[in-house]
């Protein structure tokens, strides 16, 4: 699986009221996911886009509980839940973190991930 983020928007609108972020901000990043064929082979050949997301603020504390709030992007934005064998998906993940600057995590089932540091502003 290959990701690339096109854009991080900190301080993002949320486009849902009900949903809007409780720890002080909304984080917006703009994706690109493509998985490979052989994903097919694989045990658990689909990746979850909803779960095993962390968030690190600017003091080194890790953020409690779920940080994705995939209901503030519209669906026709968001990443799918779920991407199976041979997908290129394009959209948005959306997050509730705490004020300020910090890093999002994704480790997707597996034991490494990938970081992407978010500035205050």
Sequence with gaps: MTIKVTGISPNATCQSDIFAP???QTVVLDMEITTAPE?????FPQFTTIGD???VAS???TVNGRID???CIVPA??????IGPSEKVVGQMAFDVPPGA????WTPGVTSGWEWTY???
Excluded: E
């Excluded at 994903?39 to 045990?43: I, N, P, S």
């Excluded at 934005?77 to 779920?82: F, I, K, L, M, N």
């Excluded at 910090?102 to 995590?105: D, R």
């Design 53 to 55: 997301w962390k968030a």
């Design 69 to 71: 709030n995939i209901n």
């Design 39 to 43: 994903l097919a082979q694989d045990q």
């Design 77 to 82: 934005s968001r990443v799918p839940a779920q």
């Design 119 to 121: 500035p205050a502003q």
């Design 22 to 24: 409780v720890r002080g």
């Design 102 to 105: 910090g890093t999002l995590i």
């Design 59 to 61: 003091d080194g504390t």
